[in-house]
Every structure is written in structure tokens, then in C-alpha cells.
């Protein structure tokens, strides 16, 4: 930002649910800390300078703060991008251990370090969790051990694993089935009507 004082916060729409990074002077900024209530990473403030960001999936933005001679940098993230709805409630979901105990679950379960995982969104239906998996950073061949990784998600789902913390309903990996329900169509909804009130009056 070419300015000599003052911030920004600028908003970067995405048309698919990828997986991005932002970097200041070549050093990774980690997101905002997750917001429960919203089921997304919290808002940004601007109190932690330049570089602090989130992701909100379902909506796919990238959000950033850039201040006055700071450099900044949005990187794409290899990564499996991964939704998975299981039967339970919210409530049930954090009475649970929220975002912090489905990670550590599935990561274990995978075999990964909890940091290769990032939930981006978590919403009803019956709960619904948006997350991405990256390959470890010391990796010498990422695309295989992501290749890897999905193998392993998709016998985690079809197996019925408790990793998950509750049935699994449907899930999906990089925008392929893993596990299908048939009676559940997120793109369909019901038509709102307007009812028709006859006229009754006398002429």
C-alpha cells in the first residue's frame, strides 16, 4: 500500500472454494481465531496490523488488512478442499469440542498434524463443516501425499469412522462424492408462494 498512513481492508471474492495464504515479507499471517457464533473465522479489526485475514467459506472471500508501506502477498494453498455433513445439532457439534476437537479427530485419524487442517466454515444442515487439508510444509512431493490423503478421507468416510464425532450424512473431497444422501439437495429449496386472498366484498 503506497500511502503514509491509514489501512485498508480489502475483500477478494473467489468463484471456488480454493484455499488461499497471506504473506507479509515472505512470513506466513496466520487467520483470525474462529467465531462460534458466526461459524466462520472472526471479523477482522485492523488491531493486528497489516496481514491479519480470513477466509469464509461457503461465501468464498478472502478478506485482509493492508496498512501504509506494507507488501502483502495472497498465495493459492495446495490443498483437498472437503465438506462433510453429519447428523447432529450445533449445539451437540460444540458441546463436543467445536472446530478444535473435530480437527484433532480426523487429523489423528489421518495420521497428520492438526495443523495441516483448516475448518473455514461450520453451518446448519443438520451440521455441515467446510475444511481444507494441506501437505505437511516439509513435504518433498506434495501432490502425492494429497493424493494419499484423499485415499485415506474416503475410506475414513465410506468405513463410517468415528473420527467424524457423529454419522456422516454425506461428504465430499475437491468437489467429488465421497458419501452421498439422497434426500438432502442444498441447491433445492422451496419455492416461497404467495397465498391468493379471494375477494369476498359484496358488489
Known sequence: ?????????????????????????????????????????RELTGYSGCGENRFVGVKNFLEFIITAGCELEVRPVDAIVSNIRMEWTLDEFYGAGGVTSFVDRVSAALGIHASQMKVVA????????????????????????????????????SDGSAAFGAPVLSASADGEALLEDP???PAVAAPVTTPIVEDTAQP
Open 1 to 41: 500500500m503506497r500511502a503514509e498512513k491509514g489501512q485498508s481492508k480489502i475483500k477478494l471474492q473467489y468463484w471456488n472454494a480454493g484455499v488461499y495464504a497471506v504473506y507479509i515479507n515472505g512470513n506466513l499471517i496466520e487467520p483470525t481465531e474462529w467465531d462460534k457464533e458466526a461459524g466462520s473465522k
Open 183 to 185: 434426500n438432502y439437495n
Open 122 to 157: 461450520v453451518y446448519t444442515g443438520s451440521v455441515a463443516v467446510d475444511y481444507s487439508i494441506e501437505p505437511a510444509s516439509d513435504s518433498t512431493d506434495s501432490a502425492k501425499e494429497l493424493r494419499s490423503l484423499n485415499t485415506a478421507l474416503d475410506l475414513l468416510v
